[in-house]
């Protein structure tokens, strides 16, 4: 499966633990829809990280063609959880629309403050997990983050994005060792391991490919 | 465990504090430092500690003072205004000879400020986090993993020297997130606490925790004893870390994440031929002046780089005995420099003086 194909629906939500890569993948997803040709919106719905947030790439997407949604003071010293003004457009714009929601019960009480608009607009949403993250590294506690995020949302997951990395320091046996604990995962949440990701300076048979698009400061 | 997991700064401060033992830690929110607390409220319960959220950043360093009174290891952490708040407290904890572990993830200043990421704190951190005579240690990390030894580290030289040790990072540290690895930080030998307020159980004379001293003759005794420790700490526990400073014509002087930035410009000054090296200061006090006093021989020049206003270009200057130029670059206000903002500076310098 590529990243393109999880867009099926009008809205896609990327949800995961925090730090599991879900600005990472919600970024990824958004260019390629807009590079296969079809409009495209990113939403930033993470309501609870000050920084390090899809925000930090409006510029680069907006170049691409992906229309960016962003909380009106993302990145500013304005510390108040806050939704994109047109956020409506989630739902209703035309084409497709990637969410890129903050990790865990409470980064996801902004998808059940809208659940009826996304059964309405038709939504897919996956599971990103890094098996690298620590607390969340064991299938067991990524399953309770998933199952927290169900409860706050009101939503279902349609599938488990493997993520698991180590940043800079990934290696192909980083991506490989993992794999194993995603099934885990899979088995444990009774829905499907959709792919795993790899970095784009490995090639890895079977995996997607992911370009690291994280601010760097050094 | 010898395996690498992700984490962000702030969750290894936390991380890294249960597993030295800290089982209290007492705070109060604010960003960009939360993760922390957050992170304390969920692991504490599950590993015999406590997590409480106090009514202000007040009342959470008063109560590190109760806690500590008892010879527990304790922490408590904030960002700028909240450390500002907690100065009273930290003052109380030093005259009364009191070890633990406080953290600033600063952020921009003065007063509210903004949340994004700041060095501005450096002058109140190694020059006065309270009123009257006194120090703490101050420590610096500039990555994941070196908080991951940092904090360990920090209460064995709070509970060694009797005196409370600051973690000061920033935001950018405390939000970014990379591999660490909790390996065993080698143990120190720490002294029993036998001036601790934990129940004489009616078989020695009580102890007392106070700070207050009624005759001044007595006071200033206790300032004097306090001061030959300092001496002890200044001679013993200094940290730092060099970079191409061996033949460097300038070397620069930054911490925490600014020496990471700093290091991939100083990296790029020497591709361009310019003999930049890389001085990082990991205890802001004791600093470690004999070190760079031995560069000052060498070197042409230096420049100190930071998230502030220059704070640092001052004990540069006293630990050089001003034998060379001390330059600034700064960003402040919640901005970081970049490595290019860095590299031109040195461009710039090496025209004129290197």
């Known amino acids: 499966?590529?990243?393109?194909?999880?867009?099926?629906?009008?809205?896609?939500?990327?949800?995961?633990?925090?730090?599991?890569?879900?600005?990472?993948?919600?970024?990824?997803?958004?260019?390629?829809?807009?590079?296969?040709?079809?409009?495209?919106?990113?939403?930033?719905?993470?309501?609870?990280?000050?920084?390090?947030?899809?925000?930090?790439?409006?510029?680069?997407?907006?170049?691409?063609?992906?229309?960016?949604?962003?909380?009106?003071?993302?990145?500013?010293?304005?510390?108040?959880?806050?939704?994109?003004?047109?956020?409506?457009?989630?739902?209703?714009?035309?084409?497709?629309?990637?969410?890129?929601?903050?990790?865990?019960?409470?980064?996801?009480?902004?998808?059940?403050?809208?659940?009826?608009?996304?059964?309405?607009?038709?939504?897919?949403?996956?599971?990103?997990?890094?098996?690298?993250?620590?607390?969340?590294?064991?299938?067991?506690?990524?399953?309770?983050?998933?199952?927290?995020?169900?409860?706050?949302?009101?939503?279902?997951?349609?599938?488990?994005?493997?993520?698991?990395?180590?940043?800079?320091?990934?290696?192909?046996?980083?991506?490989?060792?993992?794999?194993?604990?995603?099934?885990?995962?899979?088995?444990?949440a009774g829905i499907p391991l959709l792919l795993t990701t790899a970095p784009d300076w490995l090639d890895i048979e079977n995996t997607v490919t992911i370009t690291d698009i994280t601010k760097k400061l050094f | 465990m010898g395996e690498k997991l992700l984490m962000k700064g702030n969750e290894a401060i936390a991380e890294a504090a249960i597993r030295s033992g800290c089982k209290l830690f007492f705070g109060y929110p604010i960003t960009p430092q939360t993760e922390l607390a957050e992170y304390m409220a969920k692991q504490m319960p599950k590993r015999g500690g406590l997590s409480l959220q106090a009514e202000s950043e007040i009342a959470a360093i008063n109560m590190v003072l109760g806690a500590a009174s008892t010879g527990a290891r304790v922490i408590t952490s904030s960002s700028s205004p909240g450390i500002s708040l907690k100065c009273e407290g930290i003052s109380y904890i030093i005259g009364s000879d009191l070890p633990c572990v406080i953290v600033n993830v600063q952020r921009g200043g003065p007063g509210l400020g903004g949340i994004q990421p700041a060095q501005s704190d450096y002058n109140q951190a190694t020059k006065a986090l309270g009123h009257g005579d006194g120090h703490a240690i101050v420590l610096a990390p500039n990555s994941v993993q070196e908080i991951a030894t940092l904090v360990g580290e920090a209460f064995d030289l709070a509970d060694i020297y009797r005196m409370p040790c600051m973690i000061l990072a920033d935001g950018a540290l405390g939000q970014m997130m990379e591999p660490v690895d909790f390996e065993a930080k080698p143990a120190r030998e720490i002294p029993e606490k036998d001036w601790a307020c934990c129940g004489h159980g009616g078989k020695r004379v009580h102890n007392i925790v106070n700070s207050l001293y009624i005759e001044p003759e007595e006071l200033e005794r206790i300032v004097l004893e306090r001061f030959e420790r300092y001496k002890k700490l200044e001679e013993n526990e200094v940290k730092y870390e060099e970079y191409l400073t061996e033949d460097a014509d300038i070397v620069i002087v930054a911490y925490g994440i600014t020496a990471r930035i700093a290091k991939t410009a100083v990296r790029n000054a020497r591709k361009k031929g310019i003999k930049a090296g890389l001085f990082r200061p990991i205890t802001l006090y004791p600093y470690p002046k004999k070190q760079l006093n031995a560069l000052a021989d060498k070197a042409k020049c230096f420049l100190s780089v930071e998230m502030n206003m220059g704070q640092m270009v001052n004990d540069i200057k006293i630990a050089i005995d001003c034998k060379k130029p001390v330059y600034h670059y700064g960003r402040t206000g919640g901005m970081i420099p970049s490595p290019e903002d860095i590299l031109a500076k040195i461009e710039e310098i090496s025209g004129g003086n290197a």
């Open chain 1, 1 to 188: 499966m590529t990243l393109r194909e999880l867009a099926t629906e009008k809205v896609t939500v990327i949800s995961g633990p925090y730090g599991s890569g879900k600005t990472n993948i919600a970024v990824n997803l958004a260019m390629d829809i807009a590079k296969s040709g079809k409009v495209c919106r990113i939403a930033d719905l993470d309501i609870v990280n000050p920084y390090f947030r899809s925000a930090d790439n409006a510029k680069m997407l907006e170049k691409m063609g992906v229309q960016t949604m962003i909380p009106l003071f993302a990145n500013t010293n304005v510390d108040i959880p806050a939704l994109p003004p047109n956020y409506q457009m989630l739902f209703t714009g035309e084409g497709y629309s990637v969410a890129d929601v903050g990790g865990d019960g409470d980064g996801a009480a902004v998808l059940g403050l809208s659940h009826d608009d996304y059964i309405e607009a038709g939504y897919k949403m996956y599971f990103v997990y890094n098996r690298y993250r620590y607390i969340t590294s064991e299938p067991e506690g990524a399953l309770e983050v998933l199952n927290e995020i169900k409860r706050a949302s009101g939503l279902e997951f349609h599938g488990i994005i493997n993520n698991s990395n180590l940043g800079a320091e990934t290696t192909r046996e980083t991506v490989l060792n993992a794999i194993p604990y995603a099934e885990r995962l899979s088995e444990l």
